[in-house]
Structures are given as structure tokens and as C-alpha cells.
């Protein structure tokens, strides 16, 4: 096969895995800057062009979309869709997975456990949105935030006013979220690929941190998750219409609350952690479906 990696750069350490991981399949792999890809929207023939040539012999792409770039990487990925081309994660599922208040919309309506949540638009609705969640302490997150960016716990009612104050004034759109406490900064990050769980690991946040994020010093180790976190895991990817997703699960005295479902999740993390060649998972889902490759999307919402 000839597999596309959509990404900046290839020195990435998720890109180069999964370019290694494909080339010791036998196949050939090109990382394609997305954002120097440009598309002739054609009746009857629409094509991608990157560095001059048409990109008309790919058989398989793999969307590493940044958050920063979601319009224009998945209008690039919906190009390759409208040329009958599989893709590893679909534009639209991209899309879906990115807003994190869209995402939570369609894991309730799928009845996929989540924290308890809040959404409003006037600061003169702050008390109710509060009391939505139980309260102080909670969670306040801006809704387009990644790594952890724009994600602050508010440990008093007076704290959580300012913050959401503080954003609304900034025009930011947030969720406000109760606060899991029996989860000790520790998350489950459950990596998904063709509704399997392939590896699972447990982030810890460091000394005096709630975020568990990798990139803010969180440590990961090897877990054996549940049946109840393995379907919930599966669940939330099945509900966004991700393939692959990297899907991040609280455990909290009601059982597997899902925090966020990641459209490009980080291979360096959980490969390191599990002993697990996750990249070479991917390149094997996508061999088993570009023959039977179907591009719509079937998830509403």
C-alpha cells in the first residue's frame, strides 16, 4: 500500500512510529504537510496537489491533524474522502471530537458516563452553573483546550466565579465540571483502534497538580483496565465515529467517567509505558480495511 501520514512534521515522534511501523509492513509511507497540500474542489474529480504533484496513487491516509489546524487539515481529509481514499479518522469525526461540548453532547445522548457537566453563555447565569455540578470545588475548561491548556480547578464558589467571569469577559466559551476527587490526578488513558482497546495505561499528575496530561509532567504506567472501562472506551470512540482515538477515562465512585476522546492521540506515551507497539496496531486495522473502505460518515451530530 502507499499510506499518507498528515502532519507537519515528520520528526514527530507519533508520525515517525507510525511511518516506521508501516515501512517494516512493507508498505510505503510519505508524511504529507497538510497545510501545504492544496485541492482542486472539481466536479467529477476532485484532487489534492502537494509540492506540484497530484496525490491521486494514495491508497490510505492517516490524519495527525493539529488542534490549531482542525479547519484546514480536515478540509484536507474530506478532499481525500470525496476521491474515495481511506482515511484512518474521518473529517467529520475529526471535527466532532475536537469540540469538546459536542462531544459530551453526543456521549450523554449515547448514555456514555461522564462528570457532571454545565454549559451557559451570561455571566448572570454563574450561580446555576455552578450548582449544576454539586458546587466547589469543580473544574472549569475552555471548550477548544488540548493538553491540559485552558483546563482550571476552582477549589471555592468565590474562585470558580472569577475564573468563569474572567473567561466569559474573554468571550472564551467553557464547560464547567464537577470535580472527581476519589480520582487522585490519576487518569486512564485507553488507546482505541476499530472498536479494540490495544493498550491502556494510568496517568498520575505530578506533586501539586490536578491535570495528569504527559506534557505537564504526569507519569504513566501499565494498567489492566475493567470490562465496564474497556466498553465505556469503546463506546465513546464508536459514538465520535473515531477509528482510532486515544480516550481518556476517570474512575469515580459511580464508575468510568469520560473526560475527552482524543482524534490524534500520542503514541510515545502509551508505546513506552505498555511495551506495546501501538503504531503497528494502526498500520494493521488500516490493511484490514482499505479493501472494504467506506467513506461516509454514519454518526449524526
Do not use: W
Amino acid at each position: 500500500m502507499k499510506i499518507a501520514i498528515l502532519s507537519r512534521k515528520s520528526s514527530l515522534v507519533s508520525t515517525r512510529r507510525l511511518k516506521e511501523a508501516g515501512e517494516q509492513r512493507g508498505h510505503k509511507v510519505q508524511v504529507i504537510d497538510y497545510l501545504r497540500c492544496y485541492m482542486n474542489i472539481t466536479s467529477h474529480r476532485p484532487t489534492v496537489i502537494y509540492s506540484g504533484r497530484e496525490l491521486n496513487d494514495v491508497d490510505a491516509v492517516i490524519p495527525r491533524i493539529g488542534a490549531s489546524h482542525t479547519f484546514y487539515g480536515t478540509a484536507v481529509v474530506r478532499q481525500f474522502e470525496m476521491m474515495g481514499i481511506f482515511t484512518a479518522n474521518e473529517s467529520q469525526a475529526i471535527t466532532r471530537s475536537r469540540d469538546k461540548l459536542r462531544c459530551l453532547q453526543l456521549l450523554s445522548r449515547d448514555g456514555v458516563g461522564l462528570p457532571v457537566s454545565g454549559f451557559a453563555h451570561s455571566t448572570k447565569d454563574i450561580d446555576g452553573l455552578i450548582d449544576i455540578v454539586g458546587g466547589a470545588p469543580l473544574v472549569v475548561k475552555i471548550v477548544e483546550g488540548t493538553q491540559g491548556v485552558g483546563v482550571i480547578l476552582a477549589e471555592t464558589r468565590k474562585a470558580a466565579e472569577a475564573v468563569i467571569e474572567a473567561f466569559r469577559g474573554l468571550e472564551a466559551n467553557i464547560l464547567v465540571q464537577e470535580f472527581i476527587q476519589e480520582a487522585s490526578g490519576s487518569d486512564v488513558r485507553c488507546f482505541v483502534v476499530g472498536g479494540k482497546v490495544v493498550a491502556a495505561m494510568m496517568r498520575t499528575a505530578r506533586p501539586g497538580e490536578f491535570r495528569s496530561n504527559l506534557h505537564r509532567g504526569g507519569t504513566a504506567v501499565k494498567i489492566k483496565i475493567s470490562p465496564e472501562e474497556r466498553q465505556t472506551a469503546v463506546r465513546a470512540a464508536k459514538s465520535m465515529g473515531l477509528r482510532v482515538a486515544g480516550v481518556d477515562i476517570l474512575r469515580s465512585r459511580h464508575g468510568p467517567v469520560v473526560m475527552e476522546v482524543n482524534s490524534s492521540p500520542g503514541l510515545e506515551g502509551i508505546e513506552k509505558a505498555t511495551k506495546i507497539d501501538v503504531a503497528s496496531k494502526v498500520i494493521e486495522y488500516i490493511e484490514k480495511q482499505v479493501d472494504v473502505a467506506d467513506s461516509k460518515d454514519r454518526i449524526k451530530g
